[in-house]
T-cell receptor, first 111, second 113 residues
Framework: DGGITQSPKYLFRKEGQNVTLSCEQNLNHDAMYWYRQDPGQGLRLIYYSQIVNDFQKGDIAEGYSVSREKKESFPLTVTSAQKNPTAFYLC??????????FGSGTRLTVV | QQQVKQSPQSLIVQKGGISIINCAYENTAFDYFPWYQQFPGKGPALLIAIRPDVSEKKEGRFTISFNKSAKQFSLHIMDSQPGDSATYFCAASMGNSGYALNFGKGTSLLVTP
């Protein structure tokens, strides 16, 4: 079955630690996205990528980094510069025209 | 700046009733308006979408109404069921991969038996 796989489902980060969230898709979609979801805040765009080796900052990119070395993969690193990283992170992909397909999310908690 | 404003924040509807969620946007360049449904602990799933060349689109019990002049669109859920209880997000974009979706803040819908 085609889809988007996010891992891990739950992740715990210590203060000052960088962590990387994985996102893999086998839908042959060109574009991929990372959103952060906080209660009552909706989905806020962190980064997105239209093609391999290219990506753009979204509304809340500070403290995050991404790479797009393969069409299928778009990992997100939450760096120690992100002061409030506890949230639900969602990865999505899409074709040039049409809706998104979302993954099941990663819940990140700072301990 | 919130480009898509969604209301209400929460909604309680009795089984069999009509659920109505409203969204408004400012950017007249938007030309793709989807609605997503999200259950707790899951990613959102595309429910229904509309483009501004039509004023209404219906899929089963779900209908989008679109008012281009008012820059508003709404989701109507007819004969609401307890299984419809979820968070609903409206969104808007310029419709191609060069532009990411802008989401509303979501509406938490509870359908009571």
């Amino acid at each position: 079955d085609g889809g988007i796989t996010q891992s891990p489902k739950y992740l715990f980060r210590k203060e000052g630690q960088n962590v990387t969230l994985s996102c893999e898709q086998n839908l042959n979609h060109d574009a991929m996205y990372w959103y952060r979801q906080d209660p009552g805040q909706g989905l806020r765009l962190i980064y997105y990528s239209q093609i391999v080796n290219d990506f753009q900052k979204g509304d809340i990119a500070e403290g995050y980094s991404v790479s797009r070395e393969k069409k299928e993969s778009f990992p997100l690193t939450v760096t120690s510069a992100q002061k409030n990283p506890t949230a639900f992170y969602l990865c999505a992909s899409s074709m040039p025209v049409g809706g998104y397909t979302f993954g099941s999310g990663t819940r990140l908690t700072v301990v | 700046q919130q480009q898509v404003k969604q209301s209400p924040q929460s909604l309680i509807v009795q089984k069999g009733g009509i659920s109505i969620i409203n969204c408004a946007y400012e950017n007249t360049a938007f030309d793709y308006f989807p609605w997503y449904q999200q259950f707790p602990g899951k990613g959102p799933a595309l429910l229904i979408a509309i483009r501004p060349d039509v004023s209404e689109k219906k899929e089963g019990r779900f209908t989008i109404s679109f008012n281009k002049s008012a820059k508003q669109f709404s989701l109507h859920i007819m004969d609401s069921q307890p299984g419809d209880s979820a968070t609903y997000f409206c969104a808007a974009s310029m419709g191609n991969s060069g532009y990411a979706l802008n989401f509303g803040k979501g509406t938490s819908l509870l359908v009571t038996p």
